[in-house]
């Protein structure tokens, strides 16, 4: 089955750097990328002006371009000029220096240098390492500072607001558990870094995956407040007012808390220390989690929290550690592949930064306060070109062989989206294109559509793993599937594209991530989520310490009556993509009355019971508009769609699986439209590589 079904069976401490806040270049048409030819500012009045502050006692290694000896700080600087591929150069400690307001005076007074001027280039090993008698710049990139807007419009919009789930269906029943998670959270243990870091006060203590996950036992400080963010302010924006209040405050004190632990003079937000923001995963997965949180709370109403990111990125845009940043190892390879502990991957070569390093800067380039910048620093370091080309040559191993596979780099085709409509430039939609198809074929299981891939081990096409058993999901080598990372991201990239196009096929796989791996996945009470949705002996026990599943389940649960409807042609067109109880308003516009609300009633116990009813509010009668209804793929015969007029006969329309009818006509208070979505059961032979006793299991899905 394709859509809406229910699986049955089945260490190395920091090196010693900063970042520096720079002032945005007046020069902003140019853009300088490691892409480009030499290229230097017409406003300099020396080679030293195109460079970020000087780092006293800290040294570039395994990147060297070439050596030189030199008198002045500004004669290297003419040096790394010169050169296309130098990013950055390093002189050792006497060599004559310019005074310049921003740098340090390092000279022995008499302006012989020392020591070697050392040029460095961009490489898969670029590291800052502490060296005393050393001091390092950077080559500024004059990213722009303009605002950036879509060039690419959306088709559909999803409602920011005006749903309300109803009854006790699967998804109101969700909904509300994930209220009740949110209240786990403790407001001071959330904000216990933030202020740590600021040198505030911090009650409360080191709670969840700040105080350990995958970075243990350093923690990944500041994820958790992300975490919270990301389903507090999705609830929000589609809960009544009189519900909203213990969560409004909750999420108006965590944002407030991380204003007041900002740093006024850079504009630093993170909960981690600003000297180790190329630590491990804190420049990608804490990044993201924080940049997820704050947007979705800038979506519900805290709009205080725009600002705060925007500064945050005007700082981290311009960090001198950005070298380290870079694409791993940029091509196919062999396994075994490197694991969380290799030593290369704790300075800024880590295992997400080419996911969710990139989808932060993405998500904020399309907010009220997006800069082209943003969008500069994804092409300058992030973007892989090898990769987009051997995804848009449907090279499978480009998925399951690239440097660290895993389901996150569904966040990546996510920002490679995002920046398709921010720029126009087809190739990132062609590369996100093929990635959908040969992802959804290989690494999806066929029954239930959860993932099929994670991390560390390989997971090749079609290999569709059964060897955790639930108590056992992170026991590799063994080979986890089911992670509700992947899926919460897969419904986000396939939102996208829905939004683009309109086509039921990206609905559909909304539809089954949601039921299989989502709203499957958190305990009635709200107690906890679950990481993995396992396919055969027993559920996994669910946790409330923050996980990555956790964060990205609270967000998807937070905003599922978002994927309920959509609006199309100036809200002329309104798309039932989900069935359950839920009510929908929203303003479109009337020639004859001018702004005009209207709203729907969807009456279901979907999947439970096959019958759908919509009662239509046209705002007034006569109000042609129209409604477009989703035939679900897995329906097995063509589905009759029948309107019932408060006054009048009844009309039919037949839609045949994996389309939309739709219905456009003049509407008049209490019209219905009812279709009845037969629940069918089919059964899947399984054929992936793990080995059953007894012959292959059989997964058994009802839709």
């Known amino acids: 089955m394709a859509s809406s079904v229910f699986v049955l069976l089945l260490l190395v401490l920091p090196a010693a750097s900063t970042c520096v806040a720079v002032p945005a270049t007046t020069t902003r048409s140019v853009h300088h990328s490691r892409r480009d030819t030499n290229i230097t500012d017409a406003n300099t009045t020396s080679n030293i002006e195109g460079f970020l502050p000087g780092q006293l006692g800290v040294a570039v290694a395994n990147a060297t371009l070439s050596e030189h000896n030199v ?121 216990y870094w933030f202020r740590v870091r600021a040198g505030l006060p911090h009650p409360g203590s080191n709670w969840g995956w700040d105080d350990g996950g995958p970075d243990r036992p350093y923690g990944l400080r500041g994820s958790v407040a992300g975490a919270f963010l990301m389903g507090a302010g999705g609830a929000l924006r589609y809960t009544d007012p009189e519900r909203q209040g213990l969560l409004a405050k909750r999420v108006d004190a965590v944002v407030s808390g991380i204003s007041q632990a900002r740093d006024n003079t850079t504009g630093y937000i993170m909960g981690f220390p600003a000297n180790e923001t190329n630590y491990r995963e804190n420049p990608d997965y804490v990044s993201s989690w924080l940049t997820h949180g704050l947007l979705e709370a800038a979506r519900a109403g805290h709009t205080e929290a725009l600002p705060l990111l925007r500064g945050h990125f005007d700082w981290f845009n311009n960090c001198s550690v950005l070298p380290e940043f870079l694409p791993p190892r940029g091509s196919i390879m062999n396994p075994p592949f490197p694991d969380h502990n290799d030593p290369q991957r704790t300075n800024g070569h880590l295992i997400y930064l080419i996911y969710q390093g990139i989808i932060h800067n993405t998500r904020l380039a399309l907010s009220p306060v997006g800069r082209v910048s943003d969008l500069d620093l994804v092409r300058d370091l992030y973007q892989e070109d090898w990769w987009l080309r051997s995804l848009i040559s449907r090279n499978v191993s480009a998925i399951w062989l690239r440097e660290y596979p895993h389901n996150y780099e569904i966040t990546a085709m996510e920002a490679y989206f995002d920046a398709y409509r921010l720029t126009g430039n087809t190739t990132y939609l062609d590369a996100v294109d093929a990635f959908w198809d040969m ?33 056992d999901a992170h026991n590799f080598p063994k080979h986890p599937t089911g992670e509700l990372c992947g899926s919460a991201f897969w419904i986000y990239l396939n939102q996208r594209l829905f939004r683009l196009r309109a086509e039921e096929k990206y609905a559909n796989e909304i539809s089954r991530s949601l039921y299989n791996a989502i709203v499957s996945q958190i305990t009635p009470s709200g107690g906890g989520i679950r990481q993995f949705a396992i396919m055969h002996k027993v559920k996994m026990p669910a946790t409330n310490i923050s996980t990555c599943c956790e964060g990205q389940g609270t967000r998807v649960l937070g905003a599922l009556p978002e994927f309920v409807f959509a609006l199309g042609d100036n809200a002329k067109t309104l798309y039932v993509n989900l069935f359950t109880g839920a009510t929908f308003s929203w303003v479109m516009a009337s020639h004859r009355l001018g702004n005009t609300k209207a709203s729907v009633t969807m009456v279901t116990d979907f999947p439970y019971n096959a019958d759908v009813a919509i009662t239509v509010d046209p705002g007034f009668k006569g109000n042609v508009f129209a409604v477009a209804v989703r035939i679900p793929a897995w329906c097995e ?67």
Not at 161 to 189: K, M, Q
């Open 439 to 471: 992802f959804r074929q290989h690494f999806l299981f066929p029954a239930g559509g959860s993932m099929a891939i994670k991390e560390i081990v390989t997971y090749p096409p079609d290999s569709f793993y059964l060897t955790n058993s639930g108590d």
């Open 71 to 191: 008198a002045t700080a500004d004669a290297c600087a003419k040096l790394c000029l010169k050169e296309a591929q130098c990013v950055a150069f390093t002189l050792a400690t006497g060599t004559s220096e310019p005074h310049h307001r921003h740098h340090h005076r390092n000279d022995d007074g008499n302006g012989v240098a020392n020591g070697p001027c050392k040029l460095s280039k961009y490489s898969q090993r670029f590291v800052l390492v502490p060296k005393a008698d050393s001091i390092y710049f950077l080559r500024r990139r004059y990213r722009r500072d303009e605002p950036v807007h879509a060039v690419v419009p959306y088709r559909l919009v999803s409602p920011e607001s005006g749903v309300r789930l109803t009854g006790d269906g699967v998804f109101a029943r969700a909904f509300d558990s994930n209220l009740r998670y949110l209240t786990i959270y403790p407001i001071d243990d959330m904000l």
């Open 637 to 703: 015969h063509n589905v009759t769609v029948t309107v019932v007029p408060a006054a009048g006969p009844n009309t039919a329309v037949t839609g045949r699986p994996g389309s939309y009818v739709t219905l456009h006509q003049p509407w008049s208070p209490s019209d219905r439209i009812l279709l009845s979505l037969k629940p069918v059961i089919k059964v899947h032979k399984y054929t992936g590589f793990t080995n059953v006793k007894r012959g292959r299991h059989l997964c058994v899905c009802v839709c």
